[in-house]
Each structure stands twice: as C-alpha cells, then as structure tokens.
C-alpha cells in the first residue's frame, strides 16, 4: 500500500456518566437492550453478545440503580423492555447519528487536509 491509498477516519465514542463518574448508558448497554428487545430473554441477548448471563444483568441492574427506574419487565416469557428503556434506545440512536455527523464533518473541515499528501 502506498502512501497515496491511505484513507483516514474520524472515530468517537459517547456515553453518559452520572456525577461519580459511572457509567450509566452507553453503546454496550445500547447493545444489551436492543439484543433483548430482538431475542425477548436475557440469556438470548448474553448468548448473542458473548457475554455471561452475569455480567449483562449487572450492567442493566446497575444502569437502573444509577436512573432509579426499570428498564426490563421480566416474566415467563422472557424480558421485554419497559417504554423508558425502549425512549433510551431510540434516543440514544439518535444522539450517535448527530454526534459521528458532526465529528465527520469537523474532521473534514480541520484535518483531512494536513493528513492528505
């Protein structure tokens, strides 16, 4: 590969803390409810991500804690998620798109130019 061929790409990644410093909404947990909203059970979802059952109901357990709301109704048919988690993933879709659209678009106006030959 010469150096003529070479492309550049602007990355970012968002997430939403509480005051502490946690973590309390990101792409992994984006990731975590939609996989749920799809298959309909926790351990579909884990399977899916390559996650333990454990460490994806402690990343949604904790993101409840941290917003004091619900996020999954659990009953004997699975989990679904409550219309705040459903807000969140729509919401936060939202947020990405706008956010990567910007940083695209600084990138190309500030630095494209000094990284092309």
């Given at each position: 590969m010469t150096e003529d061929s070479i492309t550049?790409?602007?990355r970012s990644k968002i997430w939403i803390e509480d005051?502490?410093?946690?973590?309390?909404?990101?792409l992994g947990r984006y990731r975590i409810l939609d996989a749920v909203e799809r298959l309909g059970?926790?351990?579909a979802a884990a399977k899916e991500l390559k996650?333990?059952?454990?460490?994806?109901?402690?990343?949604?357990?904790?993101?409840?804690?941290?917003?004091?709301?619900?996020?999954?109704?659990?009953?004997s048919q699975g989990s679904r998620l409550t219309p705040l988690a459903e807000a969140l993933l729509k919401q936060f879709r939202r947020i990405r798109v706008i956010v990567e659209s910007e940083a695209n678009?600084?990138?190309?106006?500030?630095m494209a130019a000094h990284l092309d030959g």
């Open positions: 550049f790409y602007m005051q502490n410093g946690k973590v309390v909404f990101g059970s926790l351990q996650m333990s059952y454990r460490a994806i109901w402690g990343r949604i357990t904790a993101t409840e804690k941290r917003i004091g709301k619900p996020l999954l109704i659990k009953d678009d600084a990138f190309d106006d500030l």
